[in-house]
């Protein structure tokens, strides 16, 4: 795959879905209480702001209770500029959200495809680079979802790798992200993986991990309130950032990347 600066981080629009009331069943691996659907609601408010003020035209999709992650509509697709994948979650209680999420895809592009076979990705798991797409191994996805996803994304045009995430991280990007320009954040433990090769790598300093859950969007790079030591890290490697409140998010352990599908339409990224 051709480097093509930007690929990672220049997008034009986003799909988003306002979190419902049911978001208070919504998975975790610890319980640190429910959050409120009408909290989390007034979160994304921001979140749908910030991403309009980078730039982007921004789907909001209904709230739909069925579903109490559906809010995080970043695990059931995956968006490239030429088309959209629409994926497998990995865990019982998300399977259908691909299917919710289709209709939105083939609004906004003419190629939406599924995942091939029975395997299982979660958009969580799948880091895109500029020159590669990294797809993390996890609880939610396995080896057969990530090899067709990567076989699929070879047939696009696009070099991907899998790799194994770190035992207890949720998802691959729950412990790393891009910021862009060949830089990448990254907890500790991901930061000393060999995934991201000579990359430069801002680590987020111990007891910040959630922190490393953020995402560069245009010029800016969101990124969640509370975690002022990854704060003046990105900062200070010459990133401007946006702060803004995930705390609802969190309690479901929620992130900043998985409340968006972003994409560039209409040409090149960059
Ligand atoms: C879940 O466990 O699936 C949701 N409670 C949180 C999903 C977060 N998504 C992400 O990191 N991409």
């Not at 799909?15 to 640190?32: Q, Y």
Request: hydrophobic share 40%.
């Amino acid at each position: 795959m051709a480097h093509q600066p930007g690929l990672s981080f220049r997008f034009t629009h986003a799909i988003t879905r306002t979190p419902a009331n049911s978001v208070a069943n919504g998975l975790r691996a610890v319980d640190a209480g429910d959050p409120s659907g009408e909290k989390f609601r007034e979160e994304h408010g921001h979140y749908v702001k910030a991403l309009q003020e980078a730039g982007l035209v921004v789907d909001v999709l209904p709230a739909l209770e069925t579903y109490p992650d559906s809010c995080f509509v970043e695990d059931p697709a995956f968006c490239l500029p030429e088309g959209a994948i629409q994926l497998r979650p990995g865990t019982k209680s998300r399977l259908g959200e691909g299917r919710e999420i289709r209709p939105a895809l083939e609004a906004r592009f003419g190629k939406v495809t599924e995942l091939p076979g029975t395997g299982h990705v979660d958009g969580g798991d799948v880091l895109m680079l500029d020159d590669i797409i990294l797809i993390g191994l996890s609880a939610r996805t396995d080896r057969e979802g990530a090899e067709s996803f990567k076989k699929l994304l070879g047939d696009w045009g696009y070099t991907a790798a899998v790799c194994e995430t770190p035992t207890g991280v949720l998802h691959f990007k729950t412990a790393c992200s891009t910021l862009g320009d060949g830089v990448i954040l990254a907890t500790g433990i991901m930061a000393e993986s060999g995934f991201f090769g000579d990359r430069k790598i801002v680590t987020v300093p111990k007891g910040e991990e959630y922190a490393a859950n953020v995402i560069r969007v245009n010029d800016v790079v969101l990124v969640p309130e509370g975690y002022p030591g990854t704060l003046a890290a990105i900062e200070a490697a010459g990133f401007k950032s946006v702060v803004l409140p995930t705390h609802e998010a969190r309690k479901v352990d929620g992130g900043l990347s998985c409340l968006s599908l972003r994409f560039s339409l209409g040409g090149s990224p960059a």
